[in-house]
DNA sequence: AACAAACATCTTGACAGTCAAACAATCACT
DNA sequence: AGTGATTGTTTGACTGTCAAGATGTTTGTT
């Protein structure tokens, strides 16, 4: 049994308008930090990719950001220059750099991931128990399915 | 009762990880139609604030889409080269243009967004009933709270 | 009517983000 | 040792972006 025409309209009206929402809030939170969102998302992705184990090569990074190594090479310059990341020589493999967070990018990304938290309370403040868990579950589902 | 921590940091995960999602998939569709995603973004929000009543101002548009003014001038300038959208003056102010689609930019803007209902199918045939109600009306809560 | 202030848009100059393609160094395999 | 694949960088071209200044228009005040 498929949902009516006009329920799946509304739905998807609803999650452009909260992907919009989370847009410009991102946006915000960024531009108060003095980077770009571009710059802030690589290191948000260095810093996930440092918790999850090991520091990423140039070429592993350009594909989680999704962009190509050209571009990447000179975004990971400009970060280098301000202190936030750094390369440093692959072990094994002298083509490759590992990219890190340095302290300083250490503490910006944590001061970030705050931010995350703190909206994300927000939100679950408005929520029932229930409601909450459910919410949760249904986000589990969907992002398996996209 | 505030929800443990650890709870709010899975949701705050999951909230990053299905905005990643729609991001991709959205630069997916969008690059298959030849278009940036800021120039398809413009055509989302002409299309949209025309399904809502009157054609935009420049100023209303530049607003709505989060930038300058002297930013969407070149943006609407190659729009209209390209035959999507039209500035058309203003009936009683002379400083000022309305924007709309052309048919051209109706038909690509109906296309896209029969791309977006279609991922929204997509979502809800793996949910149930209840759950898609109760996920829209979580939305809704959110949506009013961000 | 005349003027000044506010306004809407456009233009310019500067820079970040992006890609494709060419390049250099290194690796892996035979 | 040699050849083809791989990794990262460089280059050239273009879009997206803003701030600041320019132009023409409207609005309000005298």
């Known amino acids: 049994m498929r949902a009516p025409m006009s329920e799946i309209a ?4 609803q999650l452009v308008e909260l992907y919009e929402k ?7 939170v960024v531009k108060s930090s003095g980077l770009s969102t571009a710059q802030m998302h690589t290191i948000e992705i260095v810093g996930h990719g440092a918790q999850g ?3 990423l090569r140039m070429k592993e990074l350009a594909k989680k950001m999704g962009v190509t190594t050209g571009t990447l090479t000179v975004m990971v310059d400009r970060l280098e220059q301000q202190g936030l990341l750094q390369r440093t020589p692959h072990e094994t493999d002298r083509r490759s750099y590992l990219i890190a967070l340095t ?36 986000l589990e589902k969907i992002i398996g399915q996209i």
């Open 53 to 55: 184990g090991g520091a």
């Open 22 to 28: 989370l847009s410009s809030w991102e946006q915000d």
């Open 10 to 13: 509304k739905l998807s009206h």
């Open 103 to 138: 302290e300083k990018g250490q503490n910006l990304f944590a001061e970030h991931h705050q931010y995350h938290l703190r909206l994300t309370e927000e939100i679950t403040a408005i929520l029932s128990a229930e409601e909450q868990a459910l919410f949760s579950a249904v």
